[in-house]
């Protein structure tokens, strides 16, 4: 086993549980500013929801195989380059396209679906993809994913949140519209808060081995996100759609990987690493972006 494989990182599921407790306030915050009428607009474009699913679920785990063959990864690392590609759209998501400007509605309906499909398309795609590569084959284990589970965590961090947020934007619109700044604010700061955190935690590990998964992730996570805004764009997606599409394919549940990864493998040094960090980068980026976009207002063309 080679030494990058050994490492142990400081995983808590606490943690991750209060990040996702947060990210469900996130999405009360998002909520205050929508409508219902929202989601029947997002419901009736049927190229954006289908490109956001296909996009994530077929195109990039596919990407994700090819792109192992051209940068040739340690075995460890080029498996846990295809869980995160597996996994269901992060709900990070909703917060950077509700920031950019983007269409909100939209992308909370492809999270809501993508984490759905995920039941089975998750444990069909790590099985598919890991075991056709050759420098992936040796390391395979089957995955499950819990339907009950997964359930819960669409109600948690999209429905109930979602529910709230809507019936106070519908009976009390002038706290709403007072509240969606702060609420703003305040998850910026908690995403920066946990980027911060999660290197303090495991920064010995990241310094040792970080020049193995930098210009991988960085690849990786470019390619999933110019590949969203290229593909909206020659569908003549809206700007604010294209904009959500972006997100969607460029977010990962790489929480959820990591669990994966613990439960499954024994939390395997290099998919530990290159899942963990990913977490971070797709963060960092994710901001990046949102905040070029949140200067610039949408461009609306006819239909």
Same mark, same amino acid.
């Given at each position: 086993?080679?030494?990058?494989?050994?490492?142990? *990182?400081?995983?808590?599921?606490?943690? !991750? @549980?209060?990040?996702? #407790? +947060?990210?469900?306030? $996130?999405?009360?915050?998002?909520a205050l500013d929508l409508k219902a009428a929202d989601f029947k607009a997002a419901l009736a474009t049927p190229r954006a929801l289908a490109l956001g699913l296909l996009g994530h679920h077929v195109l990039f785990p596919a990407m994700t195989w090819g792109l192992i063959w051209i940068l040739d990864p340690v075995p460890s690392i080029a498996l846990g380059m295809i869980l995160v590609a597996s996994c269901p759209a992060g709900h990070l998501s909703n917060f950077l396209t509700h920031f950019a400007k983007g269409n909100a509605a939209l992308s909370v309906s492809v999270s809501g679906l993508s984490t759905a499909v995920a039941i089975f398309m998750t444990p069909l795609n790590f099985a598919f993809w890991g075991n056709l590569h050759p420098v992936t084959h040796d390391l395979m284990r089957s995955i499950a994913l819990d339907p009950m589970e997964? *359930?819960?965590?669409?109600?948690?961090? !999209? @429905?109930?949140?979602? #529910? +709230?947020?809507?019936? $106070?934007?519908?009976?009390?619109?002038?706290f709403a519209k007072r509240a969606e700044k702060p609420m703003k604010i305040f998850s910026l700061v908690v995403f920066v808060a946990f980027v911060v955190g999660a290197l303090a935690a495991n920064f010995r590990h990241f310094l040792d081995y970080i020049h193995f998964v930098v210009l991988v992730v960085l690849i990786h996570n470019g390619l999933?996100?110019?590949?969203?805004?290229?593909?909206?764009?020659?569908l003549g997606l809206q700007d604010r759609?294209?904009?959500?599409?972006?997100?969607?394919?460029?977010?990962?549940?790489s929480g959820l990987g990591l669990i994966l990864i613990f439960d499954f493998f024994n939390g395997l040094g290099g998919m530990a690493i290159v899942t963990a960090w990913w977490g971070i980068w797709h963060i960092v980026s994710g901001l990046a972006l949102a905040s070029y976009w949140h200067r610039r207002e949408p461009v609306e063309t006819k239909a």
């Open positions: 086993m080679i030494a990058i494989d050994q490492v142990q *990182l400081h995983f808590n599921p606490t943690t !991750l @549980g209060i990040l996702n #407790a +947060v990210l469900g306030l $996130v999405m009360f915050g998002i997964m *359930l819960g965590v669409i109600v948690l961090l !999209l @429905g109930l949140p979602l #529910a +709230v947020g809507l019936t $106070v934007s519908h009976r009390f619109p002038a999933a996100l110019v590949t969203g805004f290229g593909l909206s764009s020659l759609d294209r904009r959500a599409v972006t997100f969607e394919m460029g977010i990962q549940n």
